[in-house]
């Protein structure tokens, strides 16, 4: 018995002895988060991060002087005259839109001795405290789609620079030394007539301006340079040791039992969707709120690619769309072949549709020139198109078109184009069938 006794206590020690060790671990046992996070966050590098300001950018510059119209899309033009624009400091940030009825906000933006610098969507004025200066730390919660400048009120030591929304009717006021004014008058306005001549057009949604005359562009050719599309998956996924991966002839397709991403061979697409965040689309109320987020998820896994900008957003569906840009003009296919989109939830990404491949190597022996018709031209041209209805024209483009060579299925074309907005959706104006160079963009 006393035998026994001892056996039993020998074994209580030893589990003692274990327990005390297990716990000792489990209080002391840090796992190596550096490792994870790095492997499934900060690793995950596909080409580059980029701020507000390379995102954010103008799409024209629109000069009034003596009742005519002069403007620019040069991207050298608009970054010279942003990274002017980044040295001026603005206080007295005040909204005053309650002084301003329809007619004189079109005087305000389209007035004599204004320069109109014009934005293709609404953008957070709290987000463009990070691309400018402003004294003032707390702006509205509001957007803009244009920025005033007024080139004859340098007169006294302040002039006056406004932000202005013409889609919500919106007008803020705010200050700069008129200096600074001066300084820039100096550099840009004595070249105004230099600049492309621009017609005035009253569309659905307001005035637009667009080239008087005809515009010479050149065709681009370029061979895709594709990105493994492992590297999305590694980004996407929470952990990626457990996503499934499925080949067809068409694509691959990747999920981990509640994510699903899917690459398409044909057009050269990646979609992913967490169809647990489709019931909170919707949620996200503030435009400041959902660029934020939309710039530091792409920015996580380093996915911009090319020259993206802000396009677009519909803060109903959680939508924001970033467009490829090339010389300034924009990139437009019907397959979202041009566009880096996203939809989200009220904290995490809904929807990420987007190319995998960039347009890095280009092929410079196979250039051709590529004259478009005037403004006008395109506009006769659409007017005669059957069941056309100009009360549903928004907007008006110059652009590039997206597409195959039918000669070689691995080469991309940038063929120039009009494009025009209609019904919410942009379409080309354009010969498909056009093959040479030196074509007027219309039959």
């Given at each position: 018995?006393?035998?026994?006794?001892?056996?039993?206590?020998?074994?209580?020690?030893?589990?003692?002895?274990?327990?005390?060790?297990?716990?000792?671990?489990?209080?002391?046992?840090?796992?190596?988060?550096?490792?994870?996070?790095?492997?499934?966050?900060?690793?995950?590098?596909?080409?580059?991060?980029?701020?507000?300001?390379?995102?954010?950018?103008?799409?024209?510059?629109?000069?009034?002087?003596?009742?005519?119209?002069?403007?620019?899309?040069?991207?050298?033009?608009?970054?010279?005259?942003?990274?002017?624009?980044?040295?001026?400091?603005?206080?007295?940030?005040?909204?005053?839109?309650?002084?301003?009825?329809?007619?004189?906000?079109?005087?305000?933006?389209?007035?004599?001795?204004?320069?109109?610098?014009?934005?293709?969507?609404?953008?957070?004025?709290?987000?463009?405290?990070?691309?400018?200066?402003?004294?003032?730390?707390?702006?509205?919660?509001?957007?803009?789609?244009?920025?005033?400048?007024?080139?004859?009120?340098?007169?006294?030591?302040?002039?006056?620079?406004?932000?202005?929304?013409?889609?919500?009717?919106?007008?803020?006021?705010?200050?700069?030394?008129?200096?600074?004014?001066?300084?820039?008058?100096?550099?840009?306005?004595?070249?105004?007539?230099?600049?492309?001549?621009?017609?005035?057009?009253?569309?659905?949604?307001?005035?637009?301006?667009?080239?008087?005359?005809?515009?010479?562009?050149?065709?681009?050719?370029?061979?895709?340079?594709?990105?493994?599309?492992?590297?999305?998956?590694?980004?996407?996924?929470?952990?990626?040791?457990?996503?499934?991966?499925?080949?067809?002839?068409?694509?691959?397709?990747?999920?981990?039992?509640?994510?699903?991403?899917?690459?398409?061979?044909?057009?050269?697409?990646?979609?992913?969707?967490?169809?647990?965040?489709?019931?909170?689309?919707?949620?996200?109320?503030?435009?400041?709120?959902?660029?934020?987020?939309?710039?530091?998820?792409?920015?996580e896994h380093g996915g911009w690619t090319d020259k993206y900008r802000y396009f677009?957003?519909?803060?109903?569906?959680?939508?924001?769309?970033?467009?490829?840009?090339?010389?300034?003009?924009?990139?437009?296919?019907?397959?979202?072949?041009?566009?880096?989109?996203?939809?989200?939830?009220?904290?995490?990404?809904?929807?990420?549709?987007?190319?995998?491949f960039t347009l890095n190597i280009s092929l410079p022996s196979e250039t051709v020139?590529?004259?478009?018709?005037?403004?006008?031209?395109?506009?006769?041209?659409?007017?005669?198109?059957?069941?056309?209805?100009?009360?549903?024209?928004?907007?008006?483009?110059?652009?590039?078109?997206?597409?195959?060579?039918?000669?070689?299925?691995?080469?991309?074309?940038?063929?120039?184009?009009?494009?025009?907005?209609?019904?919410?959706?942009?379409?080309?104006?354009?010969?498909?069938?056009?093959?040479?160079?030196?074509?007027?963009?219309?039959?």
């Open positions: 018995m006393k035998k026994y006794e001892n056996i039993k206590s020998v074994i209580l020690a030893v589990l003692v002895v274990a327990s005390a060790i297990l716990t000792w671990n489990i209080w002391t046992y840090q796992p190596d988060y550096e490792t994870i996070n790095n492997h499934y966050l900060y690793e995950v590098e596909i080409s580059e991060n980029r701020d507000a300001s390379s995102l954010i950018k103008p799409v024209k510059i629109i000069f009034h002087k003596e009742g005519a119209h002069y403007g620019t899309v040069n991207e050298r033009d608009i970054d010279t005259m942003m990274k002017e624009l980044m040295k001026w400091k603005f206080y007295d940030f005040r909204n005053v839109s309650r002084y301003f009825n329809q007619k004189e906000l079109q005087r305000l933006v389209n007035g004599n001795g204004r320069v109109d610098i014009e934005y293709s969507a609404q953008v957070p004025l709290k987000m463009y405290q990070n691309v400018l200066h402003f004294e003032d730390k707390k702006l509205p919660n509001g957007t803009f789609d244009h920025i005033i400048l007024n080139d004859m009120n340098t007169a006294g030591s302040e002039a006056t620079v406004y932000f202005v929304s013409v889609h919500n009717k919106a007008v803020y006021k705010t200050t700069i030394a008129s200096s600074q004014l001066k300084e820039w008058k100096k550099i840009y306005l004595t070249k105004v007539n230099d600049k492309k001549e621009y017609s005035a057009y009253k569309f659905k949604t307001g005035t637009v301006y667009l080239p008087k005359e005809k515009t010479t562009m050149i065709r681009y050719k370029y061979i895709p340079d594709f990105i493994e599309t492992e590297k999305f998956k590694d980004a996407l996924f929470s952990d990626p040791h457990f996503v499934k991966k499925n080949v067809n002839s068409e694509g691959e397709e990747y999920t981990d039992g509640s994510s699903l991403m899917r690459v398409n061979y044909t057009n050269n697409m990646m979609f992913y969707v967490n169809p647990a965040q489709e019931a909170e689309l919707g949620h996200i109320s503030d435009l400041n709120d959902l660029m934020g987020k939309s710039i530091q998820f792409v920015n677009d957003s519909d803060l109903k569906e959680s939508k924001i769309v970033y467009r490829l840009f090339v010389n300034g003009y924009p990139v437009f296919n019907e397959n979202g072949m041009a566009e880096i989109q996203q939809y989200w939830g009220k904290e995490k990404i809904y929807k990420y549709e987007r190319p995998y020139e590529i004259t478009l018709p005037s403004a006008q031209e395109a506009l006769d041209f659409l007017s005669k198109q059957p069941d056309f209805n100009p009360n549903l024209l928004e907007d008006m483009e110059i652009g590039y078109q997206l597409i195959r060579s039918p000669k070689n299925s691995k080469i991309l074309i940038l063929e120039p184009a009009w494009y025009y907005k209609y019904g919410e959706s942009w379409f080309p104006l354009t010969n498909k069938n056009s093959g040479g160079g030196n074509q007027s963009g219309l039959e």
